[in-house]
């Protein structure tokens, strides 16, 4: 009779290698990517063709820009899956300041000439290509933010509201004020949500949020009080009171999300690009996938979104270290807050902002941020298998 130990394995069974690294959550994580990508080229296309034309441009200008800037994004989606995780945490401040400087640009007096005003804001710098630098501070803040957090982990500093949360908010007050004043209040909330959630991971004590929360509440009851927020707020309470304003928007996602039926019009056949649904290459291509490509289409990007988060979370959960958890921790969060919303907006369950989709809606600097914060979710997950006896440094063994 075999004894258990003839029979059973001495160390952990190995996952096969997946040409990416050791483990399946690698491929998982490149694989999840291209699908998205892939439906979200088809979805541009047909929701952008209509407005390239009316511009007098070929119907396949967006989505050539879109693809380009996919391309970039995939080269550097691959190096960033190459060099070990720990290089960002050595470049932590460097990205940070150099945010800061962009951002400051785009508000400045005298910077119209590389930083114009479009639509009432001036969110973009041209320097020979267009960049949103608002997109580039939301991977700044978590690489940033996951290695300041290590340390006051290690140091216990997060018991005491002046020593742990309180720097945390004066620094990220440099990048959400010309976020602010550029103004982008949406894109101000996220940068502070992807910081405040690694800063909950990482042990921070929710007293202390919930206290700088309240602190907080005037200026944003300031900040949706007057405007155009204020307009999109009362719709939001009640959509009848503006449907051919404020409301607008919502109104037609609805009805290209009701149209779609269980399997779509077809690929090309929706009609609310047709001038009814503003933006619906990006802030609205959610309701563009329900139109043409029905609840099935919904289920099936949903279900995408779904697995990458699921993905990130348990590659976070396998880190290496504390720095790796918290850094997988906030790029897996960029992916969900940004779906999350976008799919809520064109549902109507929150009042309209201007957030793209993931991977998905037309925007170089969101997709180029994406696909990099895909490969850092990458380089961790590649680290984690591969590793034995691993020494994770977290809110207990920070302490230690």
Not at 142 to 158: E, G, L
Not at 242 to 258: H, I, M
Not at 284 to 292: D, H, T, Y
Request: aromatic content about 10%; glycine content about 12%; some cysteine.
């Amino acid at each position: 009779m075999a004894r258990p130990m003839d029979v059973a394995p001495e160390r952990p069974i190995a996952l096969p290698d997946s040409g990416l690294g050791r483990g399946w959550e690698p491929a998982a994580i490149f694989v999840l990517t291209l699908l998205l990508l892939a439906c979200g080229l088809l979805t541009l296309y047909s929701a952008s063709s209509v407005l390239a034309i009316r511009q007098h441009l070929p119907d396949t200008y967006y989505v050539f820009r879109q693809a380009a800037g996919a391309g970039l994004g995939l080269v550097l989606m691959l190096v960033c899956a190459a060099l070990p995780y720990s290089l960002w945490d050595r470049l932590a401040w460097p990205l940070f300041w150099v945010c800061v400087t962009l951002l400051m640009v785009t508000v400045l007096p005298g910077t119209e000439a590389i930083a114009p005003r479009v639509n009432g804001a001036r969110r973009w710098l041209n320097v020979g290509v267009t960049l949103q630098p608002s997109e580039f501070a939301k991977i700044a803040v978590i690489i940033w933010t996951a290695s300041i957090a290590v340390k006051k982990a290690r140091q216990d500093h997060f018991k005491r509201l002046s020593l742990g949360l309180g720097p945390f908010f004066i620094a990220w007050s440099a990048l959400l004020l010309p976020v602010l004043l550029e103004p982008d209040l949406s894109t101000a909330c996220i940068i502070a949500m992807l910081g405040v959630l690694i800063l909950f991971a990482a042990g921070a004590r929710p007293g202390h949020f919930l206290f700088l929360g309240l602190l907080a509440v005037p200026f944003l009851k300031n900040q949706l009080a007057v405007g155009f927020r204020a307009d999109r707020m009362a719709a939001f309470l009640n959509p009848a009171t503006d449907p051919g304003g404020a409301g607008f928007q919502v109104r037609q996602s609805l009805v290209a999300l009701g149209s779609g039926g269980l399997t779509g019009v077809g690929f090309g056949m929706g009609l609310q690009k047709f001038g009814f649904l503003p933006e619906a290459h990006n802030d609205f291509i959610f309701a563009m996938v329900g139109e043409e490509w029905g609840f099935l289409g919904v289920v099936f990007l949903t279900a995408l979104f779904v697995a990458i988060i699921l993905v990130g979370f348990r590659i976070a959960g396998r880190a290496p270290d504390f720095f790796g958890e918290l850094l997988a921790i906030g790029v897996t969060n960029l992916v969900a807050i940004q779906a999350v919303l976008h799919m809520a907006v064109g549902l109507g369950l929150v009042p309209t902002t201007g957030l793209a989709l993931p991977l998905v809606s037309y925007g170089r600097s969101n997709l180029v941020v994406t696909l990099i914060a895909m490969g850092i979710l990458m380089s961790v997950a590649r680290a984690a298998p591969g590793r034995t006896g691993r020494s994770r440094t977290g809110r207990k063994g920070a302490r230690a």
